[in-house]
């Protein structure tokens, strides 16, 4: 498993813990500062409209699925 991989699975416990539900998770290397180390979590509601423009295709100079 990534470093990036344990990250995220110790903040989904954590948040399993605290009796929130995760459902979407986004990882990798996304424009980053070059010389930047660590991580960044963000964690946020996601109702039903959000659910949907979340899935809806994508096409950007760094992030590209369902397209």
Same mark, same amino acid.
């Not at 990036?4 to 990798?28: K, Q």
């Not at 946020?44 to 979340?54: E, I, P, R, T």
């Given at each position: 498993?990534?470093s +990036?991989?344990?990250? +995220?699975? +110790?903040?989904? +416990?954590?948040?399993?813990?605290?009796?929130? @539900? @995760?459902?979407?998770?986004?990882t990798?290397?996304?424009?980053?500062?070059?010389d930047?180390?660590?991580?960044?979590?963000?964690?946020?509601?996601?109702?039903?409209?959000?659910?949907?423009?979340?899935?809806?295709?994508?096409?950007?100079? @760094?992030?590209?699925?369902?397209?």
């Amino acid at each position: 498993m990534s470093s +990036i991989g344990s990250v +995220i699975t +110790i903040f989904e +416990i954590a948040l399993d813990g605290a009796g929130i @539900t @995760t459902t979407r998770f986004l990882t990798g290397s996304y424009v980053k500062a070059l010389d930047m180390a660590g991580a960044s979590v963000t964690v946020s509601v996601l109702d039903a409209q959000a659910k949907s423009l979340w899935d809806a295709p994508v096409h950007t100079a @760094t992030l590209r699925w369902g397209a």
